[in-house]
């Protein structure tokens, strides 16, 4: 389209050159729907099933990230600094569990972290001990 409005004057009838630039326009139209679309949706870098929660994971920098509950993110969330697992609030213990779980997966099987520390001054969660806690790994 964009070729043939181009060409040299008196290529295109009046009614041809018309019709051309109305198509363009709408196509146009189309393109930017598109794009309000995609970026629109929601992003995130990973996403995990872990009963009865998906949990959806997005990178923040070198070192860092976040996990929330999929369709639920307005609940509690995790963040974690490259370092620590931190709640954002207090959640219900299976919330909690199933959103702790993903996080877990997620850092150790996607994203190959090494270890994290699960809450300020918690236990040490290292990703050769995961693995032998899902039974991936014999100890």
Same mark, same amino acid.
């Given at each position: 389209?964009?070729?043939?409005?181009?060409?040299?004057?008196?290529?295109?009838?009046?009614?041809?050159?018309?019709?051309?630039?109305?198509?363009?326009?709408?196509?146009?139209?189309?393109?930017?729907?598109?794009?309000?679309?995609?970026?629109?949706?929601?992003?995130?870098?990973?996403?995990?099933?872990?009963?009865? +929660?998906?949990?959806?994971?997005?990178? @923040?920098? $070198?070192?860092?990230?976040?996990?929330? =509950?999929?369709?639920? %993110? #307005?609940? !509690?969330?995790?963040?974690?600094?490259?370092?620590?697992?931190?709640?954002?609030?207090?959640?219900?213990?299976?919330?909690?569990?199933?959103? +702790?779980?993903?996080?877990?997966?997620? @850092?150790? $099987?996607?994203?190959?972290?090494?270890? =994290?520390?699960?809450? %300020? #001054?918690? !236990?040490?969660?290292?990703?050769?001990?995961?693995?032998?806690?899902?039974?991936?790994?014999?100890?």
């Amino acid at each position: 389209m964009r070729r043939a409005l181009d060409a040299p004057p008196g290529t295109l009838t009046g009614r041809e050159e018309a019709r051309l630039r109305s198509q363009a326009h709408q196509l146009g139209h189309a393109l930017y729907d598109l794009y309000a679309e995609v970026f629109g949706a929601p992003q995130w870098d990973a996403q995990v099933r872990e009963p009865p +929660l998906t949990v959806r994971a997005q990178r @923040l920098g $070198e070192r860092g990230g976040m996990f929330w =509950a999929a369709r639920d %993110e #307005g609940c !509690p969330h995790l963040a974690w600094d490259g370092e620590t697992l931190r709640f954002s609030a207090p959640a219900p213990a299976w919330y909690g569990a199933a959103l +702790l779980g993903g996080a877990l997966r997620i @850092l150790f $099987e996607h994203w190959n972290v090494g270890k =994290a520390r699960l809450g %300020e #001054g918690g !236990p040490v969660m290292r990703r050769r001990e995961w693995f032998e806690r899902i039974g991936l790994v014999r100890e």
